[in-house]
């Protein structure tokens, strides 16, 4: 039996850095990386170091908004 509904949800996470700076403008626009994650384990917005092919390094990829 399953103590709680909807424990583990789909999230986005997006390059910060990209946002701050507008990288290219003839870049193919933000990175964005499609993950799961627990809301019981990590209620808070989660954040991952994540390769960007916009500013072709890694970057702190921060979770979106719903």
């Given at each position: 039996?399953?103590?709680?509904?909807?424990?583990?949800?789909?999230?986005?996470?997006?390059?910060?850095?990209?946002?701050?700076?507008?990288?290219?403008?003839?870049?193919?626009?933000?990175?964005?990386?499609?993950?799961?994650?627990?809301?019981?384990?990590?209620?808070?917005?989660?954040?991952?170091?994540?390769?960007?092919?916009?500013?072709?390094?890694?970057?702190?990829?921060?979770?979106l908004?719903?």
């Amino acid at each position: 039996m399953a103590k709680g509904k909807d424990a583990r949800v789909t999230i986005i996470l997006e390059c910060t850095s990209c946002l701050r700076n507008r990288v290219n403008k003839e870049s193919r626009g933000i990175s964005r990386y499609i993950t799961q994650k627990n809301r019981h384990n990590t209620p808070s917005r989660l954040e991952l170091r994540k390769f960007c092919p916009s500013c072709y390094k890694h970057t702190i990829h921060g979770e979106l908004k719903k």
